[in-house]
């Protein structure tokens, strides 16, 4: 049986003219700004929302072992579940490095 998990930790910041998505950690609420050191991790039973964290606050907080993706990962599979080709993410690469430079 399917189950569906939420995910927290995607967030809209507001930076001067800019709104940009990024995730947040869900122990000291910093931005994963680098998706090798970002993770999600989830109750394989729980009712629980899945959440992001950075790997070294995830490892200072020494919970017991769960599900976990890397961030890198999940963002590709996000991708590919959306439907965009190669071509699409190429342009909406030059999009966000032009709003990046605003
Ligand atoms: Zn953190």
Redesign the pocket.
């Known amino acids: 049986m399917a189950r569906t998990i939420g995910l927290v930790g995607l967030v809209l910041r507001e930076d001067g003219p800019q709104t940009r998505p990024v995730f947040l950690?869900h122990?000291?609420g910093?931005e994963i700004n680098e998706a090798e050191n970002g993770m999600f991790y989830w109750d394989i039973e729980g009712s629980t929302p899945a959440y992001s964290?950075?790997k070294s606050?995830d490892v200072a907080a020494g919970l017991p072992t769960r599900m976990s993706m890397g961030l890198s990962t999940e963002l590709i599979y996000l991708l590919r579940n959306s439907g965009m080709d190669e071509a699409d993410l190429e342009h909406e690469a030059e999009t966000a490095n032009i709003m990046a430079r605003l």
Do not use: K, L, M
Request: with cysteine.
């Open positions: 950690c122990y000291c910093g964290a950075h606050c």
